[in-house]
């Protein structure tokens, strides 16, 4: 059931070299388990790989980048020449290139554009497909085993077209959890590097192409990766900043800490000026980023707290919208709800993950909170002056799962009145201690219960987008739809609001929408 809405072709990156990638992510995600109430390709954008992020349009970005200094990017110089259309034309373009493909999270899309940063600035192109480049990279998920698997089945395809010298290497989370044991499940890569070494991938393939036969970069607790001198930004008017790296939560289910290592928080200074470098460029949106974005603790002698640093970054000039995600309930304190509150640019929507209703589970998930204190979290949400959106994500089927535990997710969600859920099926993971745990829900099971749960949310969503017909609210617009004048955006609630416009150029403006109809993801309307 759509509204009449097609975005399923025209959603482009910044050149043609993210066309491809966003098609193929587009593909994967309407593939995906867990995705909850995707009944369009209109998908929100969610943690975890749930849907593909960034919409940009190329025109947009031509004018965008027209007003660069040539020779400098985010202020940094550069050897090469940046051309109008986002491509990098770096001194060796044609001799090395590289082909970047990205499975996972917003965390992974904004690792994957400091790598092309990277890259970029030593000297490398971009290319649009794998036979093409010298150097192939994937950039991995391993949440789950699916996203797991999904790696060695791409790995198995470029096998197949892998040519003579070409170099195939696998970052990201993948990487970091399996190490050297890549080599051996796929013997054709020679590169295997974890997020916190990316600075050091040019050294790396150097090192490859003197004659090494295999080589790793998989240290986990470095905050290089926060400082990257060039970030190839995916989208022109949206841009991501990442605050803190690592996770220090130890959920018993969860393979992050150990593929992103440590907490590690970047200096406020560091966060701001890329901030305000990044409204210097145009940019009016931008979202902070961090596994545990809330429990952000300042490491410089200004000891900002977490909604500190979201005013300052609202404060930036030319700054209209702050996101951020994702927040854990343990550090979510009220001074965040105040910040918003105040900050008509602290966009009003809150990602608060519960993972279960149930707090027996929670206590075997190690999450650090009761049912009813993240109930009372929820209501700070609900009761503040201006009015909150609140998504969550949550696992069906951990180990131990009663129907009374399952049964009490249930009813949090009708307590919780979520505008998004993205549901999972446990997965056992490798290293974490819910893998040894006892009383496992066979798989069958676990399908029930996550249609059960996206069944009761999806009447939940249908009600709360049908009260909003009627309103109006601001949409940036990052979309056109194949068919004409219509076009896309988001309201600073995140919700995808699809709209007519007699206005052509509005690609990356703020335009005052109506909302005509609804449906459980997305609502559909008329520009004022
Ligand atoms: N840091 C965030 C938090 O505290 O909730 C979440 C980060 S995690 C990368 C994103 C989501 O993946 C989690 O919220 C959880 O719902 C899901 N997830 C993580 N490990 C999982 C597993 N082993 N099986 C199923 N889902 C999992
Ligand atoms: Fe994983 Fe828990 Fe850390 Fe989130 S808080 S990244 S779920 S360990």
């Given at each position: 059931m759509g509204n009449g809405f097609d975005f399923s072709v025209e959603r482009?990156?910044?050149?043609g070299v993210l066309s491809e990638r966003l098609k193929r992510r587009q593909a994967e995600a309407r593939e995906r388990e867990g995705q909850a109430i995707s009944e369009t390709s209109n998908e929100t954008q969610g943690p975890c790989g749930n849907a593909a992020g960034g919409v940009a349009e190329e025109e947009g970005l031509a004018s965008r980048l027209a007003g660069l200094k040539p020779g400098t990017y985010m202020g940094q110089p550069l050897d090469g020449e940046l051309k109008a259309n986002g491509e990098y034309i770096g001194v060796d373009a044609g001799v090395r290139s590289f082909y970047l493909e990205t499975f996972g999270c917003q965390m992974n899309d904004h690792d994957s554009e400091k790598v092309a940063g990277v890259l970029l600035a030593r000297g490398y192109a971009q290319v649009e497909r794998p036979e093409d480049a010298g150097v192939i990279l994937y950039n991995t998920c391993s949440i789950r085993e699916k996203a797991a698997q999904k790696v060695f089945s791409r790995l198995g395809e470029y096998k197949l077209t892998k040519k003579e010298g070409q170099v195939i290497g696998v970052l990201g989370c993948l990487a970091q959890q399996e190490g050297e044991e890549i080599f051996e499940r796929a013997p054709w890569v020679s590169l295997v590097c974890g997020s916190?070494?990316?600075?050091k991938l040019p050294e790396m393939i150097a090192e490859l192409e003197a004659g090494n036969r295999r080589i790793t970069g998989l240290d986990n607790d470095t905050d290089e990766t926060f400082e990257t001198p060039v970030t190839r930004r995916d989208n022109p008017w949206r841009a991501y900043i990442t605050i803190i790296e690592g996770c220090d939560k130890a959920c018993s289910y969860c393979v992050v800490p150990f593929t992103r290592g440590p907490e590690r928080s970047r200096a406020s200074a560091s966060v701001l000026e890329e901030g305000r470098q990044l409204a210097a460029l145009g940019y009016t949106e931008v979202q902070l980023l961090g596994q545990t974005v809330n429990s952000y603790a300042d490491p410089s002698a200004r000891k900002m707290r977490f909604s500190d640093l979201l005013v300052a970054t609202a404060e930036t000039a030319g700054m209209r919208r702050v996101r951020f995600t994702t927040s854990h309930p343990r550090d979510f304190g009220v001074d965040i709800v105040q910040a918003i509150e105040a900050y008509p640019?602290?966009?009003?929507h809150v990602h608060l993950p519960v993972q279960s209703g149930s707090t027996e589970l929670l206590a075997k998930m190690a999450r650090t909170y009761t049912r009813e204190e993240y109930l009372e979290k929820i209501g700070m949400l609900q009761g503040a002056k201006r009015e909150i959106s609140i998504t969550t994500d949550i696992i069906v089927?951990?180990?131990?799962?009663?129907e009374k535990d399952f049964e009490e997710t249930l009813t949090l969600l009708d307590a919780a009145q979520y505008d998004a859920v993205f549901a999972f099926k446990y997965s056992p993971r490798p290293n974490t201690p819910s893998l040894t745990m006892e009383d496992a829900i066979p798989e069958e099971e676990k399908s029930r219960r996550l249609g059960v749960l996206l069944a009761r949310q999806r009447e939940i969503q249908i009600a709360r987008n049908a009260k909003l017909v009627g309103r109006t609210f601001e949409v940036m617009v990052e979309g056109r739809s194949r068919r004409e004048n219509q076009f896309m955006g988001h309201t600073s609630c995140n919700r995808i609001l699809n709209f007519t416009s007699p206005e052509q150029e509005v690609l990356g403006h703020y335009r005052q929408v109506r909302v005509t109809s609804s449906s459980p993801n997305s609502l559909a309307g008329e520009v004022e």
């Open positions: 482009l990156g910044r050149t916190a070494s990316y600075r640019a602290i966009c009003n089927g951990f180990p131990g799962e009663t």
